[in-house]
């Protein structure tokens, strides 16, 4: 928004300087950028007065002027046409330096000497174009400064707004701010409407089929108008603030719009088919052209501004091409409405057409500026353009306006600002910027009124931001915060689910994490059956696709889909887990959360490399990994099943894996339709546990034995077994019958083959013998070792090789 001090002055009294008022506007929130100083340094630019006017002897297009300065006579070469002999011009004597740095010399021009140069507004910086020298009105003494005598000197300011601040784009509404800042009076334009014509109600009418959209539309009618150039006064104010001059009518729009924060729009009455306004959206794939001279496609969420044919205006945008302001137009509809800020910022949005009408009813008008502002364009088209208003005014106003009421608590005020404010003080801030306020309560409490220009107003810290900023920024003192530090211990699951992300990482995994959404489809993927309880998902009440329309059951499809789009980014070798909760339903509305460590394998066994293992991971591969995390957690004693049920792990080549008869998770390679599902071109291994379960058999703290100081003996065992007889039997065969003095047991070797008989298989193990208290003999552990085989021999019928 850009205003002069000259102009803010006609509103309000206050006797600052530039620089102030700049450091007091940007103190109160309103961000001044720039301040441009008019005519200032250009006293050197003086009125002159025209003695003759002669053709230049050696060039057709100039002209040899001789002015009077009011001290002396000087000749001045010109190049433009417009001027004669009697006029008063503006004068750049030597030595002036003009906007753009140009500075002014004594010269000589094709052969004559030029004391100086005649000046047009566009070289003074008054204006972007100018068809010739600057032509100033009589009455002016010579040799005074331009920019003092024509009363030009002023101040331009450019004060950056945040979208919340509508009101302030225009300059009664920063004047209103001057006024709160400098404890002064804020004066309205008076306005005087005389009307003489008939009645507006027999010559006009305006309809409003979207009260939604237009709460309000308001239209006067002034016959008989006269459409010509603007008087130089308010040519001069709008260039000011860079807007260019049009004609008289529509440049008093445009004041109106920038002194009062009020768009308005002229039609040509007579070019207004039935004479006559509706208020409606627009018909889908209709065209219509702008005043730009562009053709836009409208759809059927536009709002127009219709006569009784079609639209002649975008609502709150443009108006069109069918009902501009002509030179021959006599007869003028005035416009003045507001449009909800949602729907002139969708189709200015969509269009591509951004004015200076829409940037403000982007952000909101004043509702109750429309009567006001319709008024004083009235008259002044009366004063500047002529002709005679109709008696009356349209005002479609079918819900009108009602204020806002917020209660403000002056003690909250003075908690949250932390400086001493009295009620009455309080109340005064919210005065001076248009709030009204009743008395306070017994418990400080004032109700406030918001207006119609405030409505970023909703909230009581809305009031009391105001309150701080019009009381002063600088009043608040710098206070440290005031709060308590709590130490934060995590519990023991958090421990714990943290102890297991840390060996899955060790072991050479990456984290990976899903939506906890998934979608019922993924129950069919990977296969679980009819009947099987994980189909029971929770269903999300507002879901974004279907895709994700129920809760997860399970981590595995959500994991093997993540493995499908690594693969097709070709990337091969992969280790991934996921350590998160599942939602399982449960009775009513007491669902369960219990955590599932889900991991997957596929690929290569190590990375490329040189002497690198290159052959693809296996169960083996998985299931070392699955023993590592239960070594770390402490359970020693779980029980690998080969007879695993899960319908996407392969039934052959997977097993449960059980903890003093619970049931801790699975383990396998996934069954190869479930790979064929997911469009897997290599073998997947896969493992889940129960992280309850698991916890609930770990083995709390950690435990420790002392190492023996004396040195140990093996004893390599091979026996025949039948095959169906699991390699973890035998084990725990070996370990039921080892003494207290065996260290460890491993089993080291399995073979079928040539020398095995049919439907037997071979396994080798090896024993760890070392005593504390002493060296062991051969002969003791012989024995022992016997011992082992023998019971090996009863209990499973195996035959020593």
């Not at 301040?35 to 050696?58: E, F, K, M, N």
């Not at 502002?373 to 208003?389: F, P, Q, S």
């Not at 679980?528 to 499809?557: K, W």
């Not at 390599?716 to 084990?731: F, K, N, P, Q, Y």
Request: charge should be negative; include cysteine; charged fraction near 25%.
């Amino acid at each position: 928004m850009i205003v002069t001090t000259n102009w803010l002055r006609e509103f309000v009294d206050f006797d600052g300087d530039a620089a102030d008022l700049a450091h007091r506007l940007t103190m109160a929130g309103l961000e001044v950028e720039s301040v441009d100083h008019i005519g200032q340094d250009l006293d050197s630019v003086i009125v002159a007065r025209l003695i003759t006017v002669d053709r230049h002897p050696d060039a057709d297009r100039l002209t040899v002027c001789r002015v009077d300065t009011g001290s002396e006579e000087l000749q001045i070469v010109c190049g433009a046409t417009n001027h004669r002999a009697g006029d008063l011009v503006a004068l750049a004597q030597v030595g002036s330096v003009l906007p753009g740095n140009f500075k002014i010399k004594k010269s000589k021009i094709r052969g004559q000497v030029s004391m100086g140069m005649l000046c047009s507004e566009k070289e003074l910086g008054l204006s972007e174009e100018a068809s010739g020298i600057m032509i100033l009105p009589e009455g002016l003494e010579p040799g005074r400064p331009v920019f003092e005598a024509l009363g030009l000197k002023d101040t331009r300011l450019e004060i950056g707004l945040t979208p919340n601040r509508p009101d302030c784009l225009s300059v009664i509404g920063v004047a209103r701010e001057v006024a709160a800042l400098y404890g002064r009076k804020l004066k309205f334009p008076s306005v005087s409407v005389v009307e003489q014509g008939p009645d507006i109600g027999g010559e006009t009418s305006v309809t409003i089929e979207e009260p939604e959209h237009c709460p309000r539309y308001m239209a006067r009618l002034i016959r008989g108008a006269k459409i010509g150039p603007s008087p130089q006064w308010l040519v001069r104010r709008l260039e000011s603030v860079g807007l260019r001059s049009v004609n008289n009518v529509v440049d008093i729009t445009n004041l109106v719009m920038l002194e009062l924060g009020q768009p308005m729009h002229a039609f040509d009455f007579n070019l207004l088919r039935g004479g006559r306004i509706v208020v409606r959206r627009a018909e889908e794939g209709s065209r219509f052209t702008t005043l730009d001279g562009q053709e836009r496609l409208l759809k059927g969420t536009d709002l127009v501004i219709c006569d009784g044919e079609g639209p002649v205006a975008l609502a709150g945008i443009m108006g069109g091409e069918n009902s501009e302001i002509r030179e021959e137009t006599t007869d003028i509809l005035l416009e003045s409405a507001y449009f909800r800020p949602t729907t002139v910022r969708r189709t200015s949005k969509r269009l591509g057409i951004h004015t200076e009408s829409s940037h403000r009813f982007e952000r909101g008008t004043d509702i109750e500026m429309v009567p006001v502002a319709l008024d004083r364009a009235a008259a002044l088209v009366v004063e500047l353009a002529g002709g005679i208003v109709c008696r009356g005014s349209i005002d479609a106003y079918p819900r009108p306006f009602v204020p806002a009421r917020i209660d403000l608590s002056s003690e909250r005020c003075r908690d949250v600002l932390g400086i001493d404010l009295d009620t009455e003080a309080i109340r005064g801030h919210l005065e001076s910027i248009g709030v009204a306020t009743g008395p306070a309560a017994a418990d400080g409490v004032i109700a406030c009124t918001v207006p119609s220009f405030r409505p970023d107003l909703e909230r009581e810290i809305d009031l009391v931001e105001e309150v701080a900023r019009l009381a002063g920024y600088d009043r608040i003192p710098v206070t440290m915060p005031e709060t308590r530090i709590l130490a934060s211990r995590p519990n023991p699951l958090q421990n714990f689910v943290r102890g297991l992300r840390d060996q899955m990482v060790a072991s050479g995994f990456s984290e990976v994490i899903n939506y906890s959404f998934i979608s019922p489809a993924a129950f069919d993927q990977v296969g679980l059956a009819a009947d099987d309880s994980r189909r029971d998902a929770i269903a999300i009440l507002n879901p974004l696709t279907e895709e994700q329309s129920v809760m997860r059951t399970t981590l595995v499809p959500s994991l093997l889909q993540t493995v499908t789009g690594n693969l097709a980014y070709r990337s091969l070798d992969l280790r991934l887990f996921e350590l998160r909760p599942v939602f399982l339903r449960g009775e009513g509305e007491e669902h369960a959360e219990p955590c599932r460590l889900t991991a997957v394998m596929t690929g290569r066994r190590s990375p490329l490399g040189w002497a690198s293992d290159q052959n693809a991971v296996d169960f083996y591969d998985l299931k070392g990994v699955v023993e590592r995390v239960l070594s770390a957690a402490g359970v020693e004693n779980a029980v690998w099943l080969a007879d695993g049920e899960e319908p996407y792990l392969h039934p052959g080549k997977s097993a449960r894996i059980v903890v003093d008869g619970e049931l801790l998770g699975t383990a396998g390679e996934v069954h190869p339709v479930v790979q064929e599902k997911y469009g897997l071109e290599q073998v997947v291994y896969l493992f889940e546990l129960d992280v309850e379960v698991l916890r609930k058999h770990a083995r709390e703290g950690v435990s420790f034995r002392e190492l023996s100081r004396f040195p140990d003996l093996f004893r390599d065992t091979a026996i025949l077994v039948d095959e169906e007889i699991s390699a973890s039997r035998v084990l725990e065969v070996v370990k039921t019958a080892i003494p207290r003095f065996a260290e460890d047991i491993v089993l080291f070797d399995l073979y079928c083959g040539k020398g095995v008989p049919e439907g037997k298989k071979s396994l080798a193990f090896r024993v760890r013998y070392r005593s504390k208290e002493g060296t062991l003999t051969d002969e003791e552990i012989n024995r022992v070792h016997d011992k082992i085989v023998r019971r090996l021999e009863k209990d499973l019928g195996a035959q020593i090789r």
